[in-house]
């Protein structure tokens, strides 16, 4: 049984490094307690399984639980927030139910903050908050501006413009779906390589947006936790702005 389980974790991650664009797109722990488990999602990669089949991170996380702690039966891991599909970046998974529920407070009170680094066609102004509703279409999985939808709301502050583009910083207040997406290219700012709500996106571009930092009270010891994760800054649009002043 434990030989199965070993084969079929390694399968597992070869298939999930393979799916992506190189080494550093597989798996990486970034911290992890009794009660936390923090990461870096991989791009292209689903947070969970869905019709498609493919792998998903929620389901080669547990394997890596069951795997590391000898753990018999189901292993508990629950999901907290989520990241678009082609999006990379830091996420936090609870180990435990108690732990899921402190932290799902914390999102719904907004003492969970997330922090996104992108690139956005055009110049935009040098701050801005945005707000509006947003309505998903489940059928077309789009998500659109509509007074019938829920309240979005995102801060942002323009870090650098170069030959039309801009890289910002988003302070997002609220997490609706395809939010930050959606919000910039309703108003002419597309995020670059947006394949779904840019026009000018090319096949095989990768989208320009990255979950850069989580910052939210340890729900068990109260320690104000700090999370960086770092996009591709030797790629383009990034490498156009390089790494400078980000921690």
Request: with cysteine.
């Amino acid at each position: 049984m434990r030989k199965s389980l070993i084969i079929i974790v390694l399968t597992l991650l070869m298939v999930l490094g393979t799916s992506c664009e190189n080494n550093k797109e597989t798996n990486k722990i970034i911290y992890e307690d009794n009660h936390l488990l923090v990461v870096e999602k991989p791009r292209n990669v689903l947070v969970q399984a869905d019709d498609t089949n493919d792998i998903d991170l929620l389901t080669s996380l547990k394997l890596y639980l069951k795997e590391k702690y000898n753990k018999p039966g189901n292993v508990y891991l629950g999901l907290v927030h989520r990241l678009d599909r082609p999006v990379g970046g830091v996420m936090v998974f609870a180990k435990t139910s108690k732990t899921a529920g402190r932290l799902s407070d914390m999102v719904r009170t907004h003492e969970f903050k997330k922090t996104y680094l992108a690139v956005v066609e055009g110049k935009v102004p040098d701050e801005g908050v945005f707000e509006d509703y947003l309505l998903k279409l489940e059928k077309e999985n789009r998500t659109i501006v509509d007074k019938n939808g829920k309240y979005a709301k995102l801060t942002y502050k323009l870090i650098k413009y170069i030959d039309g583009l801009s890289l910002i910083k988003i302070n997002l207040e609220t997490g609706r779906s395809h939010q930050i997406r959606v919000q910039f290219s309703s108003r002419g700012f597309p995020l670059w390589g947006d394949q779904k709500y840019n026009k000018n996106a090319k096949v095989g571009e990768q989208i320009a947006l990255w979950a850069h930092k989580l910052e939210f009270k340890h729900p068990v010891t109260k320690e104000i936790m700090t999370f960086n994760a770092h996009p591709y800054w030797e790629e383009f649009p990034w490498s156009l702005f390089g790494s400078d002043n980000f921690d």
